[in-house]
Nanobody, 126 residues
Framework: QVQLVESGGGLVQPGGSLRLSCVAS????????VGWFRQAPGKEREGVSC????????YYADSVKGRFTISRDNAKNTVYLQMNSLKPDDTAIYYC???????????????????WGQGTQVIVSS
């Protein structure tokens, strides 16, 4: 079964850090760009960051630039999102998905390859 499974979310205080993981199964992640997306309560889903397959170019939404870092470990078929200096506005369900990774991913409504997974909940609150 082709799927991506997100994990690593949780409750964290403002200023704290979390690392999200996105593990692929049923296919090799090497050949795909991967994006992280999020959906906050009452808001549209938005692109947070993405990473290309070969060159590992990365793109970030302005709201997370300088605080979040996306990376990939193809040997583990996994993409990560390191989130530092978290803010209450980062509270959302975070999803990963295969995507054609360009600047458009973090500036336009999400377009992905395949379907959405369950996501992982991130809550930033004191």
């Amino acid at each position: 079964q082709v799927q991506l499974v997100e994990s690593g979310g949780g409750l964290v205080q403002p200023g704290g850090s979390l690392r999200l993981s996105c593990v692929a199964s049923g296919f090799t992640l090497d050949y795909y760009g991967v994006g992280w997306f999020r959906q906050a309560p009452g808001k549209e889903r938005e692109g947070v960051s993405c990473i290309t397959s070969v060159d590992r170019n990365t793109y970030y939404a302005d709201s997370v630039k300088g605080r979040f870092t996306i990376s990939r470990d193809n040997a583990k078929n996994t993409v990560y999102l390191q989130m530092n200096s978290l803010k209450p506005d980062d509270t959302a369900i975070y999803y990963c998905a295969r995507t054609i990774c360009t600047k458009v991913v973090v500036t336009a409504p999400p377009k992905i390859l395949g379907s959405w997974g369950q996501g992982t909940q991130v809550i930033v609150s004191s």
